[in-house]
């Protein structure tokens, strides 16, 4: 087709130009140790691991409870797989949903109190869906200055204004709402979104105070607990069990299957209307292939380990305490943290990539978090915990970091 050449060959130069400066972005973000790259494991999430042909301790894993790698919820994703197959094939909508996405479903309803569950195929799917069903021009979405980078972008894609408030603090997020309403009086549809465990930082968010704002307010509360999901709570049941708020304290709680849990995947947990909307509306859960069968019998047979393992929290949290006692006995200052994720600031990102090398030739893995994952001049060392570790390992990381110039 002849007569298409000339406008194909107009666009050459315009994709050299993007060429060149895709090839300057990325020398620039070498040159301020801003880059990133893959990292290359041969074998399973555990505490020691095998990485880019070394053995190393590995302190930077979501695997909090330690079952990625778990003979039995290894054993329930083969037994699913021969009866259901490695690929679902379709959407949960058309023929995707299997017995096992419907037996756990009902499971994280039953496990989390709620009425219902939705699963969605990850947490960053989970996030944009929810709000984007929710909201529509004309609604706010009230959200953390910190909260995370799916529930960022499921607010810049929705449709609603998006007003950001001071990190955990309940006077800056009262303060905005009542700005808007003096603003604009016809506002009758809000949420307020938040994470529950900060997965940069690792404090926790005032749930408590955020539930009676809401209420107060009429407006609709959504909790990302990804990184409480399984360690909190008497049953594992995370964040919202462990201040004991229900679903009308909470009405949207979502948590990720990938980190404590140990497989992959998220839900959405609420009322019964609730799941029902979404299940209509939701367009990153009706337009997406469903998550494998094999996967959510894997899910649900670690969750019933979650319930009865009270030892793997314990024993986490023990750690936990080692780790932040030690550190204080050697004057590393930590970031202000009482779960799994044990930040220590740095500052540049040229250092905190320095230290993190250093630390990697010493077997000892641990990310270096840089901009734009965190702000600018908060370049940090994210450390952590998991219930595969033990005493002595810890003791090693804390050797190995006080030999370090932090």
């Known amino acids: 087709m002849p007569f298409l050449l000339p406008a194909f060959y107009g666009m050459i130069p315009q994709m050299k130009n993007k060429q060149s400066t895709i090839q300057n972005w990325l020398a620039e973000k070498k040159s301020q140790q801003l880059y990133r790259s893959h990292r290359i494991t041969e074998t399973p999430q555990q505490a020691r691991m095998k990485i880019d042909g070394q053995s190393v301790l590995n ?27 490695v690929g679902s094939g379709s959407a949960h909508l058309i023929s995707g949903h299997s017995k096992a996405h419907q037996a756990l479903e009902e499971y994280l309803a039953d496990f989390t109190g709620r009425e219902r569950s939705l699963l969605f195929s990850t947490g960053y799917m989970a996030n944009i869906g929810v709000l984007n069903a929710l909201t529509e021009q004309g609604d706010i979405i009230y959200a953390d200055r910190l909260n995370h980078a799916s529930l960022v972008d499921g607010a810049l894609l929705a449709n609603a204004t998006t007003k950001r408030y001071q990190h955990n603090d309940i006077d800056s997020l009262e303060r905005q709402i009542v700005a808007q309403r003096k603003k604009n009086k016809q506002v009758d549809n809000q949420i307020i979104v938040s994470d529950g465990v900060f997965s940069m930082d690792g404090d926790i968010a005032h749930v408590k105070q955020l539930a009676i ?21 008497k ?7 462990q201040q004991h708020l229900d679903q009308d304290d909470v009405p ?46 894997a899910t649900l047979t ?54 993190s090398q250093q630390l990697f030739t010493q077997g000892i893995l641990i990310s270096a978090i840089r901009p734009p994952t965190v702000a600018k001049n908060t370049a940090r060392l994210r450390i952590t915990l998991s219930a595969n570790h033990n005493e002595k390992m810890v003791d090693e990381l804390l050797s190995k970091l006080g030999e370090t110039h932090i």
Request: charged share 20%.
């Open 302 to 355: 670690s969750l019933e380990i979650i319930k009865k393992d009270q030892w793997r929290r314990d024993k986490l949290q023990s750690l936990i305490m080692q780790f932040k006692q030690g550190a204080k006995e050697l004057g590393i200052e930590l970031m202000p943290s009482d779960t799994a994720i044990q930040p220590i600031l740095v500052g540049s990102s040229k250092k905190a990539v320095a230290i």
């Open 213 to 233: 704002l809401a209420k107060k307010h009429h407006a609709w509360l959504m909790i990302d607990d990804a990184h409480g999901f399984g360690t909190l709570g």
């Open 235 to 241: 049953t594992g049941g995370g964040l919202l069990q």
């Open 59 to 85: 302190f930077c894993s979501n695997d909090y409870l330690g079952l990625a790698n778990h003979p039995d919820i290894i054993a329930s994703f083969k037994k699913a797989a021969d009866s259901f197959g």
């Open 252 to 297: 949207i709680l979502m948590a990720t299957l990938g980190k404590a849990v140990g497989t992959s995947g998220a839900f959405i947990a609420g009322s019964e209307e609730l799941i029902e909307y979404l299940i209509q509306t939701a367009r990153s859960h009706i337009f997406t292939t469903a998550m494998p069968a094999a996967i959510a019998a």
